[in-house]
């Protein structure tokens, strides 16, 4: 096998599988009709997606996990966006993601989804993240 194969069959890294889960939230909400501002790949950054909808800012959070896991929100990143929300008279929404490689047959290939490969993306819409 050539090194570009053997790359390419690689599995994702956690920013590659992190940039999946932003691109399936992206597809959804140009779907649902909201306007995307701006998109941050960066896993550090929060919120990923500023987007707008009626009139109103939209700030997403997307998390991403492989198979058979989904995204956490963790507190202290809910409060963070919750805080920029609110500068932006906007929502705070929070997109959990699971990724899972499309060609695998047991759950342990499942859970390695692999560059340039197949994914089942695992993602029930967007959650409004609200202070406690």
């Known amino acids: 096998m050539s090194k570009a194969n053997k790359q390419s069959t690689r599995e994702l890294n956690d920013d590659e599988l992190h ?35 009626d009139g109103e800012f939209q700030l997403v959070v997307v ?3 492989r198979f058979p896991e989904m995204g956490i929100l963790f507190p202290h990143v809910a409060s963070q966006v919750i805080y920029l929300a609110k500068q932006r008279g906007g929502k705070a929404l929070f997109a959990s993601v699971g990724v899972a490689n499309g060609s695998g047959l047991t759950d342990e290939e499942m859970s390695k989804p692999m560059k340039n ?16």
């Open 117 to 132: 490969g197949e994914y089942y993306i695992n993602f029930n819409g967007l959650l409004p993240i609200v202070e406690e």
């Open 63 to 65: 998390k991403t996990r």
């Open 19 to 53: 940039f999946i889960g932003i691109k399936a939230v992206y597809t959804h909400l140009i779907d649902n009709g909201y306007e995307v501002i701006a998109v941050r790949k960066e896993l550090e950054v929060n919120p990923q997606i500023l987007a707008k909808k």
